[in-house]
């Protein structure tokens, strides 16, 4: 069974930092590219950043380039985000996904996590 929990969302103020964490099991975690998708409220689904399987390459939205920082550590089978200079407009939901091959391009993200509420106020 693939199971994949997202961990370290919360209230922020804006210009702050978070580390989100999702923790893999129930697959071969490595040979699985993964990533980051938001859900603000009453918004659709928003892509965020994808790593490939060896965490040699990551993809960025636009609107968080340079913001945040994807990283992978396949020894734990973990997925982290990093989120510096956290904006209102950062305020989501964020899940973690696996996709459906070790690469980034084409990918499709066939399992989900139930994710983890970020929300950036003052």
């Known amino acids: 069974e693939v199971q994949l929990v997202e961990s370290g969302g919360g209230l922020v103020q804006p210009g702050r930092s978070l580390r989100l964490s999702c923790v893999a099991s129930g697959f071969t975690f490595d040979e699985y590219a993964v990533g980051w998708i938001r859900q603000a409220p009453g918004k659709g689904l928003e892509w965020v950043s994808s790593?490939?399987?060896?965490?040699?390459?990551?993809a960025y939205a636009d609107s968080v380039k340079g913001q945040f920082t994807i990283s992978r550590d396949n020894a734990k089978n973990t997925l982290y985000l990093q989120m510096n200079s956290l904006k209102p407009d950062d305020t989501a939901v964020y899940y973690c996904a696996t996709g459906n091959q070790p690469g980034l391009s084409g990918i499709i993200f066939a399992n989900w996590g139930q994710g983890t509420q970020v929300t950036v106020s003052s």
């Open positions: 790593i490939d399987w060896s965490g040699d390459r990551t």
